[in-house]
T-cell receptor, first 117, second 115 residues
Framework: EAGVAQSPRYKIIEKRQSVAFWCNPISGHATLYWYQQILGQGPKLLIQFQNNGVVDDSQLPKDRFSAERLKGVDSTLKIQPAKLEDSAVYLC???????????????FGQGTRLTVV | SQQGEEDPQALSIQEGENATMNCSYKTSINNLQWYRQNSGRGLVHLILIRSNEREKHSGRLRVTLDTSKKSSSLLITASRAADTASYFCATDINAGGTSYGKLTFGQGTILTVHP
C-alpha cells in the first residue's frame, strides 16, 4: 500500500518569498491534516480537511498561509510571504476517519523541511 | 497551546531495560494515540486507546489510560537500541460529545537506548 506522499522534501527560500507544498494522501482516506513541526517541538495542527471541506483551521495563520484540497484528494499548503519563524518541517497526514466518527490511526508523510533565510 | 504534555522530556536507558513515558492532557478525550518519530523520519503510529479502555498491549508496548487523572503512560519493555526515537501522545478531544477527529500532539519524550 502506497503511503502519504509529500513534495518537495527540502526547500530553502528567502524571507518574503512564497512557497507551496504538495500532499497526496493514501487512497480512500477522507481526513487530511497539515502539521507544522518546529525543531524540538511536537507537531502543531495547522488545518484539517474532511474530504474537501475544512474541519479545523483555528491555528492557521490566515494572513500568510492558505491550503486547499481539491476534489477531496490531493492538497496544497502555501505560505506567502514567508517569515524566518516559518522554518520548520511541514507534515501531511491522512486517516480513514469518516465524518462524525472517532479519529483513527493517522499515516504521516516524510515531511517537507522548509528553511527561510 | 498543546493539549498533551509528556514526561519526562528526555529519558536515557540501557538496552534491555524498560522505558516508561507519561502523557497528561487537559480536556475530555475520545481516544489517545502514541506515535514514534525517528531522527529525520515521519511519525509512525504505535497504538490507540479509547476513552472507555484502561489498558492495551501491542508486542513490547503497554499503554494505560486513566481518564479520571487525565493521564496515560507508555511502557516499552526490554528496550532495544532501535527504540531510540521521540515519542508523542496525541489526543482526539471530545468537544461536547462530538469528535472532529482533531489530533493534538504533545511536546514529546526523547528516548535514548544505549547498546
Amino acid at each position: 500500500e502506497a503511503g502519504v506522499a509529500q513534495s518537495p522534501r527540502y526547500k530553502i527560500i528567502e524571507k518574503r518569498q512564497s512557497v507551496a507544498f504538495w500532499c497526496n494522501p493514501i487512497s480512500g482516506h477522507a481526513t487530511l491534516y497539515w502539521y507544522q513541526q518546529i525543531l524540538g517541538q511536537g507537531p502543531k495542527l495547522l488545518i484539517q480537511f474532511q474530504n474537501n471541506g475544512v474541519v479545523d483551521d483555528s491555528q492557521l495563520p490566515k494572513d500568510r498561509f492558505s491550503a486547499e484540497r481539491l476534489k477531496g484528494v490531493d492538497s496544497t499548503l502555501k505560505i506567502q510571504p514567508a517569515k524566518l519563524e516559518d522554518s520548520a518541517v511541514y507534515l501531511c497526514a491522512s486517516s480513514l476517519r469518516s465524518l462524525g466518527k472517532l479519529s483513527t490511526e493517522a499515516f504521516f508523510g516524510q515531511g517537507t523541511r522548509l528553511t527561510v533565510v | 497551546s498543546q493539549q498533551g504534555e509528556e514526561d519526562p522530556q528526555a529519558l536515557s536507558i540501557q538496552e534491555g531495560e524498560n522505558a516508561t513515558m507519561n502523557c497528561s492532557y487537559k480536556t475530555s478525550i475520545n481516544n489517545l494515540q502514541w506515535y514514534r518519530q525517528n531522527s529525520g523520519r515521519g511519525l509512525v503510529h504505535l497504538i490507540l486507546i479509547r476513552s472507555n479502555e484502561r489498558e492495551k498491549h501491542s508486542g513490547r508496548l503497554r499503554v494505560t489510560l486513566d481518564t479520571s487523572k487525565k493521564s496515560s503512560s507508555l511502557l516499552i519493555t526490554a528496550s532495544r537500541a532501535a527504540d531510540t526515537a521521540s515519542y508523542f501522545c496525541a489526543t482526539d478531544i471530545n468537544a461536547g460529545g462530538t469528535s472532529y477527529g482533531k489530533l493534538t500532539f504533545g511536546q514529546g519524550t526523547i528516548l535514548t537506548v544505549h547498546p
